[in-house]
C-alpha cells in the first residue's frame, strides 16, 4: 500500500498470516550512492541474501 509504514502494513505482518500476504511482492528504492565511489558497484540495491533482499538508506557497519 501507499503511505505511512503503519498505515501500508496492517499489525499482523510479521505473522506467518501477515507475511503470507506479502508472498509475490516488490517494494522499489532508489537511491544515488554517495559511499564507493570508486566502486559503484558495491552499492548496487538491493543486497540479495538467499530469501530476502534488502534495500536502505544508510550504512551497513563491517560490511
Known sequence: GLGLVEEAIDN???????LDKLRN???????YSTVDIDNPYRSIQPLLGKSFALAHNGHIENM
Open 12 to 18: 499482523n505482518a510479521h505473522t506467518v498470516d501477515g
Open 25 to 31: 511482492t516488490a517494494i522499489g528504492h532508489v537511491r
